[in-house]
């Protein structure tokens, strides 16, 4: 990295339907392998500073999964280029579902995962009889369900400070430590763009687990539309058993909302 380079923080929103992630997935070759959204960005960097130029992102989505407000930071080598000006350039030489929303400068020791002291995760979805075509991409479609807002409450309402997540980490996972610190879990409903109502499931933590929040918005919705116990999420959580609890929710109607850097820095 030359001394003279500039930290450039960004702003992504995606449509993660045709992505294998957020991840560069390389070749044994040295070649990019799968499309993804960090390897989308870094092609359009290699354009506009002819040379390789790596994105530093805050978190890894998997594939399918969304974002509207992903942080991720590169080094530039040139100074020529006003960091908001990043925002115009990227955006010509992207494809239509990644859009650089900011851009701007930050210290040079500033980095997306490391500074980041939380994330904020949104899934959406829908209910009813039918759902719209236009929302088929981006909400889980559970058919004849009608929720109850003050039971999911109290089901998530276990979801605060510091836990051991393993119940709701996938097989696979290679956490060092199961536990999360989590600083609230809630459901809302909001209308759609066409006044259909949805129903949202948000959460924020340092960090999750693999598949963590899908998880636990599949079990939860579960635990509702099926009528169990209001102890039964506080139940899954001590158990520390992925078998105790549901299903894992697709991943099309998970957003990676926001990423917060000015909270209280926690353990990875």
Request: net charge neutral; aromatic share 12%; glycine share 6%.
């Amino acid at each position: 990295m030359m001394m003279t380079s500039r930290n450039i923080l960004l702003t992504v929103s995606y449509d993660g339907t045709d992505f294998c992630g957020w991840q560069r997935q390389d070749t044994k070759e040295g070649q990019q392998g799968e499309r993804t959204v960090q390897g989308e960005i870094e092609k359009a960097l290699e354009k506009i500073h002819k040379q390789k130029t790596i994105l530093y992102g805050s978190g890894r989505t998997d594939s399918g999964v969304h974002a509207v407000g992903q942080a991720a930071n590169f080094y530039s080598p040139i100074e020529s280029i006003p960091a908001e000006n990043y925002i115009k350039a990227l955006n010509a030489f992207l494809p239509e579902d990644i859009r650089i929303m900011d851009s701007k400068e930050v210290p040079q020791d500033f980095n997306s995962r490391f500074n980041a002291t939380s994330r904020v995760y949104r899934y959406f979805i829908s209910t009813g009889k039918t759902n719209a075509a236009n929302n088929s991409r981006f909400t889980w479609f559970v058919k004849n369900y009608e929720p109850d807002l003050e039971r999911l409450n109290h089901f998530a309402s276990c979801l605060r400070g510091e836990l051991d997540c393993s119940s709701f980490a996938a097989s696979g996972d290679e956490s060092v430590s199961p536990n999360r610190y989590i600083d609230n879990a809630f459901f809302f409903k909001q209308k759609d763009l066409w006044g259909k109502e949805l129903l949202v499931f948000q959460i924020e933590a340092n960090a999750f687990l693999w598949k963590m929040v899908r998880t636990l918005t599949g079990t939860l919705i579960n635990l509702d539309k099926d009528g169990k116990a209001l102890d039964s999420m506080e139940k899954i959580l001590a158990a520390r058993d992925r078998t105790k609890a549901g299903v894992t929710a697709p991943p099309n109607g998970l957003f990676l909302y926001e990423i917060k850097f000015d909270g209280i820095r926690r353990h990875v």
